[in-house]
């Protein structure tokens, strides 16, 4: 006879584990689903939009503080999973194995911008106390003033490179979503074994997905700057757990991150202010060359996976080999692409808007 199946019968066919990784997963993504929608209305009637015009390419205003989805979907996911398993009092959704002891922080936290967020989370004693050695298998420990300056500038740095990629619908909450997906596969690998990291990067990629269904092209929420910093903090904060996934997040995240650096450099080398609004973006190259917004998305996201993939299957030496390699293609790229773009300009002056205010 037909029937629902047990919760004991399935628990011995499905790990607890893998239940609880995907059950988060898609909780956190109805949830977002959800919310999106309230916080769009919200921005609406707060006045919180994003007004066309200049480099902004969108035809109407359009909310901005999307972000607020993606947090609220990952809190309450997290928090709702904790609650069952405290009034069961026993492990019941999460497995024993899932619990860690390293994510006690402090509680009382006051953000100043971004430098005061990551002074917190080093204070809270998450710092990259270890690194891949580039010359041999093994790994580097760092002195602790070394360490507390890299991890600061590791977590800013994160959020400074997903801040200036997203200048497309869905691009930065795209890209965000794969290296989290990747960061949580990388935690459940053996010589990682971290399922509670696992466990927060899959929750949070799921909120992710649910609020690309309204971020996407043509998107009808925006990130915002504390969406930004958000999924940054995030995902900076999950890549320091583990030796291995710091190289991991570099390369996975190879494109923002490797953008921003060339950006900087283009900048100082012209005189131009760090955050001076341009056309000069990665991004920005692919539109210019006759890609459409949803292509050159697609392009990043496909570009990102691979390098997620790289990411998955080596080493910490050799995920930060492939981050140089690709560091050069993709210097050579924006250089061919900014000279057909440069080319197109000549033959088409109007062709590009008239910069104005550059939130990256």
């Given at each position: ?331 050579v790229a924006v250089v061919g692409l900014a000279q057909r773009a440069t080319k197109a300009s000549e033959l088409d ?12």
């Amino acid at each position: 006879m037909g029937g629902a199946v047990p919760l004991s019968s399935l628990l011995a066919i499905v790990p607890t584990t893998a239940l609880l990784l995907v059950g988060s997963a898609v909780f956190a993504f109805a949830l977002a689903a959800v919310f999106a929608p309230f916080v769009g209305l919200a921005a609406r009637r707060l006045g919180m939009l994003d007004l066309p015009g200049g480099r902004r390419l969108h035809p109407r205003p359009i909310p901005r503080p999307g972000g607020f989805a993606i947090a609220a979907a990952f809190g309450v996911a997290i928090f709702l999973f904790w609650l069952v398993d405290r009034i069961a009092g026993q492990p019941f959704l999460i497995p024993e194995e899932v619990r860690s002891s390293r994510f006690t922080l402090r509680a009382r936290w006051q953000f100043l911008g971004l430098m005061g967020v990551a002074a917190v989370i080093v204070y809270a004693g998450i710092r990259i106390d270890f690194v891949n050695d580039p010359f041999d298998d093994g790994v580097l420990q760092l002195a602790l003033p070394i360490a507390v300056a890299f991890t600061m500038f590791w977590i800013v740095g994160m959020n400074v490179a997903l801040n200036f990629i997203d200048g497309l619908d869905g691009l930065a909450a795209g890209v965000a979503a794969i290296a989290a997906l990747t960061l949580g596969g990388l935690a459940l690998l053996p010589q990682v074994s971290e399922p509670f990291v696992a466990w927060m990067a899959f929750t949070l990629a799921g909120a992710i997905c649910g609020f690309l269904l309204f971020n996407f092209h043509p998107a009808r929420l925006f990130l915002g700057t504390t969406g930004v910093a958000f999924l940054g903090t995030m995902l900076a904060v999950l890549s320091i757990f583990g030796t291995s996934k710091v190289a991991a997040a570099l390369l996975v995240l190879g494109v923002p991150i490797i953008d921003t650096f060339y950006v900087l450099v283009r900048r100082a080398l012209t005189g131009q202010p760090p955050f001076a609004p341009d056309r000069g973006h990665f991004h920005h190259r692919l539109l210019d060359v006759g890609l459409s917004h949803p292509q050159a998305v697609l392009v990043i996201y496909a570009m990102t996976a691979v390098l997620g993939t790289i990411a998955y299957m080596t080493s910490g030496r050799t995920q930060l080999v492939s981050f140089a390699g690709f560091a050069v293609l993709l210097g050579v790229a924006v250089v061919g692409l900014a000279q057909r773009a440069t080319k197109a300009s000549e033959l088409d002056p109007g062709l590009y808007p008239s910069e104005e205010a550059d939130t990256a």
